[in-house]
């Protein structure tokens, strides 16, 4: 039994921990942030030459064989950092499917250029009326001679202003809700028909409202077998949650330590208001939620790891668990930091906005409470 | 990262869950699940079929007769006990005033004491708290004076666990009034609960039972030579046997059991009615509590792997007992909840092995209530837990 991280991870966290601390201040991230990308280009190219965005994938993929825990070494830290650079939508969600699916000669097209920082890709795995269902697909592909029209709309598509590449999960047979009949397109994002509006989101981010209009796909492009593509789908989603949890965990700490060490220096009544046991009970209770939410972590990753056919409820687990205590962290930071909790200067509350939309995707505490209640 | 145990860690499970399986546990077993509450001498077997095997000492280590287990190994015994439905060994003699013997007693302190308490020959109890010292325990009152070779004990000592079958009792009593510091002037010693002066009250707590007492003493005679370590270092002594055990307090292994145990009967149909398991309601509290459950018992592995590779345990290990008692709680609430209205029935005298009469209530329904009642106390005792989070706030966050 051991918890510790082995000598590549503690390198691994060491290095971003450093990147963090020297050129990834706060100043610099909402810079990144406000700029017409939403992220830094430079930051991303760093990340790709220090590995980091190769972490998931094999070696013959030209990747780092890392798993779930060594993925979590990495959001863990982007969370500390309040990283806007879409690892999620790269590495994570599209890489997640083209890892898993893509053919050589699809993996050297798309997968390799992504994980140099070459290549700009979004996985469009919402639909506007589907909630959190991913199986919920009305985008259907219908075949013409040997190439398939789309037509369709995708919502929240994270990274969609940027993507050059979007992978679409479209309706081949079946009925709207259906988990059988989904096929996966890689589509280019300047193809005809195709339409992208952009947005910021609450955290920071930015995604997209995409249509597809008789948007015309050549076989080359679809990934995995036609009508089975959920599982890929499903899997790449399950690792991608796992991932925000990380990235959650890491945000629910620091905003702990942020929280106790000004309560420690902010003066009222002449003392520092930490040494009010009203605020201090309720800092004991952050430190609880943190260290819950990190042993479930931990847990979730090591199944997850080792394919253990518990990793989808471990996963709900604490997917739930971070939605209730991300919340309660968050909300209790901005608390006990007063007015100032409340402004857009302090980062305090850009970690918690960032942690309210983790809290909102790929199922809330709710859809995952079901989940492990059934 | 891994939570894989070695080969030599996985045969002494199967070792223990050998032990377990012996049909001499089976009697205890039934009268455990079918909620028949356990006399004094169904503990004391119990013990000293442990000791036989040489486990009674879990903590202990091997040169005073204990087992020398690492945190893995208590972990073990303490899951497979659980899943056994093997009785909790009773804290007062094995599990605190042992380790203080052995840790801070002289050689015929040791000699004289650690056997008996191994062999479960001698029923101890606790004489901590004071009707006006609960949580502030610095603040008791009963005064030792010493007298040639013995002190004078006068006082009054409160919530004494089943201090009513006691022959020995440990206590804090304050031998220096003149003192800087509370916490100072406090002496820890042992007391022979047949000395002249020392009487026992029972109070009947919520569920209405005896459990506690309030124990009394009247000019008692206590020898010099039953005095554990140095006169007025009785708090450092006291704090380390509240300290012992942080890592089992959480029961995790017996709440696990137990939220187990609900999950399969929300399934079942009782008295006709519709399972449990069709409202969806009752289903995620029981979802929401094995989340908690999970995320206790990785705290607790955690805790269990700093300690094994030689680390101090971590902040993580400080929550164990306050989100412990909360879970163990809640999940009494559940088994309430799925009593309904059997949980009302007032019936404790059918719960013996002859019974004769209607049994009321389906298994242990009735019992629900009276151990939700009983188990307010979880968040009350071995420091409340707003006690606790004081001691957080100051020690790990540093407020």
């Known amino acids: 039994?051991?918890?510790?991280?082995?000598?590549?991870?503690?390198?691994?966290?060491?290095?971003?921990?450093?990147?963090?601390?020297?050129?990834?201040?706060?100043?610099?991230?909402?810079?990144?942030?406000?700029?017409?990308?939403?992220?830094?280009?430079?930051?991303?190219?760093?990340?790709?030459?220090?590995?980091?965005?190769?972490?998931?994938?094999?070696?013959?993929?030209?990747?780092?064989?890392?798993?779930?825990?060594?993925?979590?070494?990495?959001?863990?830290?982007?969370?500390?950092?309040?990283v806007v650079e879409p690892y999620l939508a790269n590495i994570m969600l599209t890489g997640g499917i083209l890892k898993r699916v893509a053919t050589p000669e699809q993996k050297e097209r798309w997968l390799q250029p992504m994980i140099a920082g070459e290549l700009q890709t979004a996985l469009a795995f919402l639909e506007p009326q589907a909630r959190y269902d991913l199986a919920n697909v009305a985008t259907s592909a219908s075949a013409d001679g040997d190439a398939w029209i789309l037509n369709g709309s995708k919502g929240y598509v994270l990274n969609g202003r940027n993507a050059a590449l979007i992978v679409v999960p479209a309706r081949t047979s079946g009925e709207q809700t259906d988990q059988d009949g989904i096929t996966l397109f890689a589509v280019d994002a300047s193809a005809d028909g195709v339409s992208i509006t952009d947005y910021a989101t609450i955290d920071g981010q930015q995604a997209a409202e995409v249509h597809f209009k008789d948007v015309q796909v050549d076989a080359?492009?679809?990934?995995?077998?036609?009508?089975?593509?959920?599982?890929?789908?499903?899997?790449?989603?399950?690792?991608?949650?796992?991932?925000?949890?990380?990235?959650?965990?890491?945000?629910?700490?620091?905003?702990?330590?942020?929280?106790?060490?000004?309560?420690?220096?902010?003066?009222?009544?002449?003392?520092?208001?930490?040494?009010?046991?009203?605020?201090?009970?309720?800092?004991?209770?952050?430190?609880?939620?943190?260290?819950?939410?990190?042993?479930?972590?931990?847990?979730?990753a090591m199944l997850n790891a080792e394919d253990s056919p518990d990793a989808k409820r471990a996963i709900s687990s604490i997917k739930y668990?971070?939605?209730?205590?991300?919340?309660?962290?968050?909300?209790?930071?901005?608390?006990?930091?007063?007015?100032?909790?409340?402004t857009w200067e302090l980062d305090i509350a850009h970690y918690f906005k960032r942690l309210t939309a983790i809290g909102q995707i790929f199922g809330n505490a709710d859809w995952h409470l079901d989940k492990l209640a059934a | 990262m891994n939570v894989t145990f070695t080969d030599d860690e996985l045969a002494f499970r199967e070792e223990v869950r050998a032990f377990f399986q012996?049909?001499?546990?089976?009697?205890v077993r039934d009268k455990q699940l079918s909620g028949i509450p356990l006399k004094k001498d169904d503990y004391i077997q119990y013990q000293k079929r442990l000791n036989e095997q040489g486990w009674a000492g879990v903590n202990w280590p091997t040169e005073y007769g204990g087992t020398g287990w690492s945190a893995v190994q208590k972990y073990i015994f303490m899951t497979e006990a659980a899943k056994a439905h093997a009785p909790e060994i009773i804290a007062f003699g094995l599990n605190m005033v042992g380790p203080v013997i052995y840790t801070f007693g002289n050689d015929e302190q040791k000699q004289?004491?650690?056997?008996?308490?191994?062999?479960?020959?001698?029923?101890?109890?606790?004489?901590?708290?004071?009707?006006?010292?609960?949580?502030?325990?610095?603040?008791?009152?009963?005064?030792?004076?010493?007298?040639?070779?013995?002190?004078?004990?006068?006082?009054?000592?409160?919530?004494?666990?089943?201090?009513?079958?006691?022959?020995?009792?440990?206590?804090?009593?304050?031998?220096?009034?003149?003192?800087?510091?509370?916490?100072?002037?406090?002496?820890?010693?042992?007391?022979?609960?047949?000395?002249?002066?020392?009487?026992v009250k029972p109070i009947i707590t919520l569920d209405g039972e005896h459990e506690v007492n309030e124990i009394h003493f009247e000019d008692v005679k206590i020898s010099v030579d039953?005095?554990?370590?140095?006169?007025?270092?009785?708090?450092?002594?006291?704090?380390?046997?509240?300290?012992?055990?942080?890592?089992?307090?959480?029961g995790a292994a017996r709440s696990d059991v137990r939220l187990k145990?609900?999950?399969?009967?929300?399934?079942?149909?009782?008295?006709?009615?519709?399972?449990?398991?069709?409202?969806?309601?009752?289903?995620?509290?029981?979802?929401?509590?094995e989340v908690e459950l999970k995320a206790l018992e990785y705290t607790q592995l955690r805790t269990l792997a700093a300690v094994a590779s030689g680390k101090a345990p971590g902040p993580e290990s400080s929550i164990l007992k306050i989100k412990g008692t909360e879970i163990q709680q809640e999940i009494d609430t559940l088994h309430m909840e799925a009593a309904a209205y059997y949980a009302l029935p007032f019936v404790q005298d059918q719960y013996v092995a002859d019974y004769s009469g209607e049994h009321v209530g389906a298994g242990a329904e009735t019992q629900t209530s009276l151990r939700y009642f009983n188990f307010r106390k979880a968040s009350i005792y071995g420091g409340s837990n707003e006690i606790q989070k004081n001691i957080i706030a100051k020690h790990v966050l540093g407020l």
Not at chain 2, 265 to 288: C, H, T, W, Y
Request: proline residues 2%; hydrophobic residues 40%; glycine residues 10%.
């Open chain 2, 226 to 250: 039953n005095l554990i370590g140095e006169e007025g270092k009785g708090w450092t002594y006291g704090k380390l046997l509240l300290q012992h055990e942080r890592t089992n307090i959480a």
């Open chain 2, 22 to 27: 012996d049909k001499s546990f089976d009697e």
């Open chain 1, 321 to 342: 668990q971070v939605g209730i205590s991300g919340r309660k962290v968050g909300e209790e930071a901005v608390q006990i930091h007063g007015g100032m909790g409340v």
């Open chain 2, 112 to 199: 004289r004491f650690l056997p008996d308490i191994l062999e479960s020959n001698v029923w101890w109890c606790q004489g901590y708290s004071e009707p006006g010292a609960g949580s502030d325990l610095a603040s008791l009152k009963t005064r030792a004076d010493l007298a040639g070779d013995h002190y004078i004990v006068n006082g009054t000592k409160t919530w004494t666990t089943l201090g009513q079958h006691a022959d020995w009792i440990f206590l804090l009593a304050r031998t220096n009034r003149d003192v800087a510091r509370r916490q100072e002037g406090i002496s820890f010693m042992l007391a022979d609960m047949n000395t002249p002066g020392i009487s």
């Open chain 1, 220 to 300: 080359a492009a679809v990934l995995g077998d036609i009508g089975s593509g959920f599982a890929a789908f499903d899997a790449a989603v399950d690792d991608a949650t796992l991932a925000v949890c990380s990235e959650a965990v890491g945000i629910m700490h620091i905003l702990r330590d942020k929280t106790v060490e000004y309560s420690k220096n902010r003066m009222q009544f002449g003392v520092p208001i930490g040494s009010f046991q009203a605020l201090q009970h309720r800092m004991v209770d952050m430190l609880t939620d943190c260290e819950q939410s990190q042993s479930l972590l931990m847990w979730a």
């Open chain 1, 1 to 82: 039994m051991d918890f510790s991280l082995n000598e590549i991870q503690t390198m691994l966290a060491d290095s971003i921990e450093k990147f963090i601390e020297n050129d990834y201040d706060f100043e610099s991230r909402q810079k990144y942030s406000d700029s017409d990308a939403g992220y830094s280009t430079d930051v991303w190219q760093t990340f790709a030459e220090l590995g980091w965005t190769a972490v998931p994938f094999s070696e013959e993929d030209g990747g780092f064989d890392g798993g779930p825990v060594d993925v979590m070494v990495v959001m863990e830290r982007f969370g500390r950092g309040l």
């Open chain 2, 261 to 289: 145990r609900i999950r399969t009967q929300a399934s079942e149909s009782i008295r006709g009615a519709v399972p449990l398991a069709e409202d969806n309601n009752f289903m995620r509290k029981i979802a929401a509590l």
